[in-house]
């Protein structure tokens, strides 16, 4: 029943979105917009998104290979997996996924695979970062971001305070950083912290304080990046590539729509459309990407039609999901797994139903 009610959710949540961003669309224009597209600049778009994942790859190998070694194949079958199980199951499923399947492929301990992944999160969300703060210091503050009628089924100009954009920016920017520095103390004072764990837990659950005092220790020492500066200036270099090349793929795909757009533009698209899937609900986060590209594309290009700029959300979407389903089913057909399996494995972990369709 609960897994019944969150597709359900998703799906009144992807329908509700749609509605609402193409309701009144004029579906002639944004045919036209798509029909007219440069092949070339969405080809070359293309590369730059796919050659981004396989850079999200060599930036948690410097991480993992700290703690544990592991090769190209197993860390790309385990991220692209759970990158596939992220667009397809909601709840962010997918960062589980990639844990257990690290384990399996890889053989750390589970609770070791959970902290290269949330420190692999961590080093994604700094290079993110660098791409808000782009935005929201380029920005013009003096001047409010205005939608025109019409750009999301609106009858009148929507208008968004500038004023709000560099606080966000910078709140973001603190809880990144908050977040490092609590993984910092749990490293390095791991063993007051183990202390503390099962002195707390003790007079409650002995076997509890047993648990969780060692899976706290196995989660910490999945950080031994921390040793190494080098090794983790390379995983932070690595983001940024990534996130590099994913602005760079949007700029190509822009162009290839024959957009008029600032030099700053896809990092604010790319921000925008990170924060409306930041919590996948919808499946395939359909809705939910198409509102913020279009939002973030109007801010840059006011003056665009918004037929072309829903013309140009629609292609994005389909470009963003054509390496993550690509190499997703690539790498299940690679490592024998089938999706449901490997879905219902993770459900039972997290102590869910391990019930799944399909």
């Given at each position: 029943?609960?897994?019944?009610?969150?597709?359900?959710?998703?799906?009144?949540?992807?329908?509700?979105?749609?509605?609402?961003?193409?309701?009144?669309?004029?579906?002639?224009?944004?045919?036209?917009?798509?029909?007219?597209?440069?092949?070339?600049?969405?080809?070359?778009?293309?590369?730059?998104?796919?050659?981004?994942?396989?850079?999200?790859?060599?930036?948690?190998?410097?991480?993992?290979?700290?703690?544990?070694?592991?090769?190209?194949?197993?860390?790309?079958?385990?991220?692209?997996?759970?990158?596939?199980?992220?667009?397809?199951?909601?709840?962010?499923?997918?960062?589980?996924?990639?844990?257990?399947?690290?384990?399996?492929?890889?053989?750390?301990?589970?609770?070791?695979?959970?902290?290269?992944?949330?420190?692999?999160?961590?080093?994604?969300?700094?290079?993110?970062?660098?791409?808000?703060?782009?935005?929201?210091?380029?920005?013009?503050?003096?001047?409010?971001?205005?939608?025109?009628?019409?750009?999301?089924?609106?009858?009148?100009?929507?208008?968004?305070?500038?004023?709000?954009?560099?606080?966000?920016?910078?709140?973001?920017?603190?809880?990144?950083?908050?977040?490092?520095?609590?993984?910092?103390?749990?490293?390095?004072?791991?063993?007051?912290?183990?202390?503390?764990?099962?002195?707390?837990?003790?007079?409650?659950?002995?076997?509890?304080?047993?648990?969780?005092?060692?899976?706290?220790?196995?989660?910490?020492?999945?950080?031994?990046?921390?040793?190494?500066?080098?090794?983790?200036?390379?995983?932070?270099?690595?983001?940024?590539?990534?996130?590099?090349?994913?602005?760079?793929?949007?700029?190509?795909?822009?162009?290839?729509?024959?957009?008029?757009?600032?030099?700053?533009?896809?990092?604010?698209?790319?921000?925008?459309?990170?924060?409306?899937?930041?919590?996948?609900?919808?499946?395939?986060?359909?809705?939910?990407?198409?509102?913020?590209?279009?939002?973030?594309?109007?801010?840059?290009?006011?003056?665009l039609d918004p037929d072309r700029a829903k013309a140009v959300a629609i292609v994005a979407h389909l470009a963003t999901l054509a390496p993550i389903a690509g190499l997703g089913l690539y790498c299940l057909w690679r490592e024998r797994l089938g999706l449901a399996d490997v879905v219902r494995r993770a459900r039972a972990e997290r102590g869910a139903?391990?019930?799944?369709?399909?």
């Amino acid at each position: 029943m609960k897994r019944l009610a969150r597709a359900a959710l998703g799906l009144a949540v992807a329908g509700g979105l749609l509605w609402l961003l193409f309701r009144h669309t004029a579906w002639g224009e944004v045919g036209q917009a798509i029909g007219s597209m440069h092949a070339g600049w969405l080809a070359l778009s293309q590369l730059l998104m796919w050659s981004g994942h396989f850079c999200r790859v060599k930036r948690w190998s410097y991480v993992v290979r700290a703690a544990h070694p592991a090769s190209f194949r197993q860390l790309q079958s385990a991220t692209q997996i759970g990158f596939l199980v992220n667009f397809s199951v909601p709840a962010r499923l997918g960062e589980l996924v990639r844990a257990l399947l690290l384990t399996r492929l890889a053989g750390p301990p589970v609770s070791r695979s959970l902290a290269m992944v949330a420190l692999d999160r961590v080093t994604d969300l700094i290079g993110l970062l660098a791409v808000v703060l782009v935005a929201a210091f380029t920005l013009a503050r003096d001047r409010d971001v205005r939608f025109a009628p019409g750009a999301f089924g609106n009858r009148e100009a929507l208008v968004v305070s500038s004023a709000l954009v560099r606080p966000t920016g910078l709140v973001l920017a603190g809880l990144v950083c908050a977040l490092l520095a609590g993984l910092v103390v749990l490293y390095v004072w791991r063993e007051p912290l183990v202390r503390a764990v099962r002195a707390v837990l003790a007079p409650l659950s002995p076997g509890l304080a047993r648990r969780a005092a060692s899976l706290l220790e196995g989660f910490a020492e999945g950080m031994h990046v921390f040793r190494s500066g080098r090794d983790l200036a390379r995983a932070l270099l690595w983001s940024l590539v990534t996130w590099g090349l994913d602005v760079a793929g949007l700029a190509m795909l822009l162009t290839a729509f024959a957009v008029d757009f600032p030099w700053y533009g896809p990092f604010l698209m790319l921000a925008m459309i990170a924060a409306g899937v930041a919590l996948p609900v919808a499946p395939g986060v359909v809705g939910q990407y198409h509102l913020m590209a279009v939002a973030g594309l109007l801010m840059v290009a006011p003056g665009l039609d918004p037929d072309r700029a829903k013309a140009v959300a629609i292609v994005a979407h389909l470009a963003t999901l054509a390496p993550i389903a690509g190499l997703g089913l690539y790498c299940l057909w690679r490592e024998r797994l089938g999706l449901a399996d490997v879905v219902r494995r993770a459900r039972a972990e997290r102590g869910a139903p391990a019930e799944v369709s399909g």
